[in-house]
T-cell receptor, first 114, second 114 residues
Framework: NAGVTQTPKFQVLKTGQSMTLQCAQD?????MYWYRQDPGMGLRLIYY???????DKGEVPNGYNVSRLNKREFSLRLESAAPSQTSVYFC?????????????FGDGTRLSIL | GENVEQHPSTLSVQEGDSAVIKCTYS??????FPWYKQELGKRPQLIID?????GEKKDQRIAVTLNKTAKHFSLHITETQPEDSAVYFC?????????????FGTGTRLQVTL
């Protein structure tokens, strides 16, 4: 049982390049999330998907797009990378219900944009 | 939107002493408050959570208290050990019935010294 798996673990891009961060979960969770973590700022929600077929903006969505490919997979795309997007990106998933369910995180993708 | 403030940003305690981390939130609709522990270079891991219908919750050396009236909640770690050294994040979420949108505090770096 791998939980939440993110690929790649590390990536270096040049300004203007594009790339997609992949996330997959094997816990049969309905909801998935993308966060970025910057020093001294905690984790900030970029986009989330409450269930397959739906996506919504979080706190910091500008410069990103997402795709909920199926129940297991939720990808994050940077169309034209900027140095301000240098960060650690975490994907998370949670079950769904009338009460909040704990979010489980992947190991993260460390992204540097030169 | 929700705003979560966390204090202190750094905390140093001697092994065996207690540690307390405090958070305040702004949105009275928030009803779920998890705490995450993050070791250097690792994923955030849930250590305890509390829902708004409960005032206190304990799990061995860890406890969380919630004061809904004052909109603050705290993490208490007793008999601290070196392996408790990490960054701790509080978070708050309103249950929308579809997904849990967590708003995180900026983290507390706890150092347990021998």
């Amino acid at each position: 049982n791998a939980g939440v798996t993110q690929t790649p673990k590390f990536q270096v891009l040049k300004t203007g390049q594009s790339m997609t961060l992949q996330c997959a979960q094997d816990m049969n969770h309905n909801s998935m999330y993308w966060y970025r973590q910057d020093p001294g700022m905690g984790l900030r929600l970029i986009y989330y998907s409450a269930s397959e077929g739906t996506t919504d903006k979080g706190e910091v969505p500008n410069g990103y797009n997402v795709s909920r490919l199926n129940k297991r997979e939720f990808s994050l795309r940077l169309e034209s990378a900027a140095p301000s997007q240098t960060s650690v990106y975490f994907c998370a998933s949670s079950g769904q219900g009338f009460v909040n369910q704990p979010q489980h995180f992947g190991d993260g993708t460390r992204l540097s944009i030169l | 939107g929700e705003n979560v403030e966390q204090h202190p940003s750094t905390l140093s305690v001697q092994e065996g002493d207690s540690a307390v981390i405090k958070c305040t939130y702004s949105d009275s609709a928030s009803n779920y408050f998890p705490w995450y522990k993050q070791e250097l270079g690792k994923r955030p891991q849930l250590i305890i959570d509390i829902r708004s219908n409960v005032g206190e919750k304990k799990d061995q050396r860890i406890a969380v208290t919630l004061n809904k009236t004052a909109k603050h909640f705290s993490l208490h770690i007793t008999e601290t050990q070196p392996e408790d050294s990490a960054v701790y994040f509080c978070a708050a979420s309103e249950n929308t019935g579809t997904a849990s949108k967590l708003t995180f505090g900026t983290g507390t770096r706890l150092q347990v010294t021998l």
